[in-house]
């Protein structure tokens, strides 16, 4: 049954009905378009929530789109199933809307939980750009900062580190001008120093007290600062808008602000200030990092001015040095130039006052043999004894180099200590008596009598020190006492460094010697031991004297391990002058330990050499004189010659002792010694050859046993010396 629910229509409403079904038809195909899209797209994703929802929202769709299509039968009369699927079409689609319209309620919530994550999401990616943008500003930093190192580390020159510190950073930061101010060496102002254009006007002073400059040096990083303060106007006048500028202190770190085991201390004088300056007419600032950049670039050159500055105190450190050295080089030749001349000085003084001290000496001992009265006997053993004392002073004053250097040895032996008392006041008696001095000798009863020690030494010192209580005492007395030292008595606090020490086979003799004479004012007393120093009071200086006594004995009692001072009230109140020396018991010290003597034959004094050839070679007539009579005394067929080559023609095998000087002028002894060698092949028919020198020298005697002598003997020689060197050429084949 047909249904006719319209009338019939006019043209133009026709017309309109025929674009609502064209309408409807377009509006229907894209409704089915979309769930097709939908389907697809969950396909695709791997994970979608909500798919029920997409279903609900796809099946609203399609109806919406049946609706319209449907709707295309509707536009003109249809049948009542036509109008029985519309209204179901139009029914399915309402409860599909409510349904969903239902469903979107509890979505909605989710939904906005999702728009609040992605918000979330964008912030954090946001973040993450501006970290990541960091990074990369840093690590651009950091290369800069690298690059900048590099040159400015590139040398150790201060003015070089300052100018290429500000062109780097012109260049990193594209600057307009960048300045450093230096600290004067008042340290109240501050100079342009160095700038970035030449055309500013370095040496330009400002005050240090200012308020800007405060402010940069009281904050520990870049500081922006007006453009028109006293530090930044560094531009020519003209109109334009100035750049920002930016200062930061520089710490100036010089080796006295060095502490020990600390770190360097800082003072406002200690800074100097960099300014830095944007182009003008620019609307650009600073940022973080480039701040950043400009404080670790002033540490950098902080610590490159602090190596330039140890470099340059290590320059004139070495300079001063190497002065110092050159100075120290030419006084050491100067010295040494010196010594070389004293040397030889006194070599040319030793020998030519040893040869009259052996004429003395040899002539007193052959007159001291011969048939003298008993008071002319005395006077040449005087004579000998003093011959013999000066001969041995003669060594010391004119070695000094060896009493310098520790090199003088003592010549140890045994003695009879009580008669070297004796003998020393025989000595000081005479003068005494002339000056009408009162001279005592006490010794006391456990001293031992005889001794082991070097005899000459200790007379010597005795000998210096009584000599000197003499001299300088006018009247009243000179008393000498010697005891055996006991512990309690050696100790002295004024030489802490002496530590005796007593042992069985040794024994400590003290002796005091004490004057009346003119006294000692205590500020001479470290002057005393002084080489040629003398006391200067008015009551000794008419005293003749050289200055080299006490030194020399204070020489001689630290070799025999002793100690010796003075004691004085006063000028005017006398002296006492003290001395302990160690000395040896016989028969208790080991004999090994101690140098060789050489002993004589019991019947030494009646031995005699007659008929033995002896050439004594000596180009000095007067000495060849000498050394002749001490043979012939003892004995002996002497012939002498003055020359080594007058000497090979002569010596022949008769001849049993060949005596030659080695001082002789202008002739090398040494080859004449060779030349005997040479002449004589086997050693048994060769003379026995002995030097005759007044050297001291230890080269002069090695110099002799090099070349094959036999033996040695120093200047001045007498009759008993003689007597021995021949008895040991003749025993042993050699001067012991």
Known sequence: MDCNCFDPLLPADELLMKYQYI????????????????????????VFPYRWVLVQFGAFIVLCGATHLINLWTSTPHTRTVAMVMTTAKFSTAAVSCATAVMLVHIIPDLLSVKTRELFLKNKAAELDREMGLIRTQEETGRYVRMLTHEIRSTLDRHTILKTTLVELGRALQLEECALWMPTRTGVELQLSYTLHHQNPVGFTVPIQLPVINQVFSANRAVKISPNSAVARLRPTRKYIPGEVVAVRVPLLHLSNFQTNDWPE???????LMVLMLPSNSARQWHV???ELVDVVADQVAVALSHAAILEESMRARDLLMEQNVALDLARREAETAVRARNDFLGVMNHEMRTPMHAVVALSSLLQESELIPEQRLMVETILKSSNLLATLINDVLDLSRLEDGSLQLDVGTFNLHALFREVLNLIKPVAAVKKLFVTLSLSSDLPEVAIG??????????????????????????VSAVNAKSESLIDPRAPEFFPVQSENHFYLRVQVKDTGSGI??????????????????????????GLGLAICKRFVNLMEGHIWIESEGVGKGSTAIFIVKLGIPGRLNESKL????????????????????????????SRMVTKSLLVHLGCDVTTIGSGDECLRILTREH?????????????????AVSVHEKFGKRLERPLIVALTGNTDQVTKENCLRVGMDGVILKPVSIDKMRSVLSGLLEHGTVL
């Open 23 to 46: 309408s409807d038809f377009f509006i229907a195909v894209a409704y089915f378009s979309i769930p097709i899209e939908l389907v697809y797209f969950v396909q695709k994703s791997a």
């Open 266 to 272: 800082l003072s406002p004088k200690s800074y100097a």
């Open 289 to 291: 990092h480039e701040l």
């Open 454 to 479: 070097d005899e000459k030494r200790l007379m010597q010192i005795l000998l210096n020190v009584v000599g000197n209580a003499v001299k300088f005492s006018k009247e009243g007395s000179v008393s």
């Open 521 to 546: 004012n205590p500020q001479d007393f470290p002057k005393l031991f002084c080489k040629f120093a003398q006391n200067q009071e008015p009551a000794t200086k008419n005293s003749a004297g050289t």
């Open 595 to 622: 140098p060789f003597m050489p002993g004589l034959p019991a019947n030494h004094m009646q031995m005699t050499f007659q008929g033995l050839k002896v050439l004594v070679m000596d180009d000095n007539g007067f």
């Open 656 to 672: 049993k002792v060949l005596i030659m000087d080695v001082s002789i002028t202008g002739m090398n002894c040494y080859d004449v």
